[in-house]
């Protein structure tokens, strides 16, 4: 399988065309003696099944490994290939809590497997994963059908080969290129996906769920989810579509600030940006330093300070100020 994914080196899965910066992989939070814990955060390119191979032979596996993904896509066929490498080696797959899986991510996350040889993936009530159709890496629609003939065929390969649900596979081929399918929390258990409530502190439908009480306490979430929400927005700034992060502002902070004004800034002034250095300073509050290079040739700096509001189990941006970095 992995010979035909030749195929498919420069078709794309994901929200929009990405840079070609590889997969990160590194020590994630719930790492533990029984568990290797793996972040994999970035862009899905195609040798990411090597390089985790690689990350894991240099860290070692304990009697369970699993890798928390937060990633828009990439590379089809490098989807493909590090679904199978989770597959062939019993590693669990999860998407990260208040990040996304989405497209070529997707389809690797479909490879997940417990160390008996079971499917195993799990999502959480604040992740989003996201399913769509195939196109050029340039973003353009693949038009040639016997091309589109054989990758469909490859990919429904794969779906057989990681024992994945049509039902999947129905909805990515549904699913216009520039568009993307989030399946509910209904439809991950439906097809057998695992779904964490991070509220709670179970996974949903099981018997301790039924009769648990919010992790946090009911509408009080933890401080650092608020800075994770922060940290991801800016992960997620000129990778996606402008509409989602935008999406991520409060309506009354999107009034003030305005679409064209917003996409004239990050498209048109900002080359990239990095958030760093981010902590809370209360439950609602997060101070970040934000790094620009623009695309005048020139960087700046600055730290800024983030009021946030609850919006149902997840966050938005209430207001922002900035000040010079020191």
Not at 2 to 27: E, H, N, R, W, Y
Not at 72 to 88: A, K
Request: with cysteine; hydrophobic share 35%.
């Amino acid at each position: 399988m992995i010979k035909g994914c030749a195929q498919i080196t420069c078709i794309v899965l994901t929200s929009l065309a990405l840079p070609a910066a590889a997969m990160d992989f590194s020590a994630q939070g719930n790492d533990s003696k029984t568990l290797t814990a793996v972040s994999a955060t970035g862009n899905v390119v195609w040798d990411d099944a090597e390089r985790l191979d690689r990350y894991l032979s240099r860290v070692g596996r304990r009697r369970n490994t699993a890798v928390y993904f937060d990633s828009p896509g990439g590379s089809l066929g490098g989807g493909i290939r590090l679904g199978e490498y989770l597959r062939r080696n019993r590693i669990k797959a999860v998407v990260e809590g208040g990040g996304m899986c989405a497209s070529a991510c997707a389809l690797a996350f479909l490879g997940g497997t417990d160390r008996t040889g079971a499917r195993w993936m799990s999502s959480t009530t604040t992740s989003r994963l996201g399913f769509h159709a195939f196109r050029n890496g340039d973003g353009s629609r693949l038009d040639d059908t016997d091309r589109t003939q054989q990758i469909v065929g490859e990919m429904l390969e794969y779906g057989h080969t990681v024992n994945a649900p049509m039902e999947i596979f129905v909805r990515t081929f549904q699913t216009a290129s520039d568009d993307m399918y989030w399946f509910s929390t209904a439809e991950c258990l439906s097809l057998g996906i695992k779904v964490w409530d991070m509220e709670r502190g179970c996974f949903v439908g099981s018997a301790k769920c039924a009769g648990a009480s919010p992790a946090s306490g009911p509408g009080r979430p933890e401080p650092r989810s608020a800075a994770r929400f922060v940290e991801r927005y800016y992960s997620l700034l000129k990778h996606v579509p402008y509409a989602q992060t935008w999406a991520m502002l409060s309506p009354e902070m999107r009034r003030r600030v305005g679409f064209d004004s917003y996409v004239g800034w990050w498209d048109g002034k900002v080359d990239r940006v990095t958030a760093s250095e981010i902590r809370a300073l209360s439950d609602e509050r997060v101070q970040a330093r934000l790094s620009y290079r623009m695309k005048s040739g020139k960087h700046a700096c600055s730290v800024d300070t983030f009021e946030l509001g609850r919006a149902g189990r997840s966050w938005q941006f209430l207001s922002q100020s900035s000040r010079g970095c020191p």
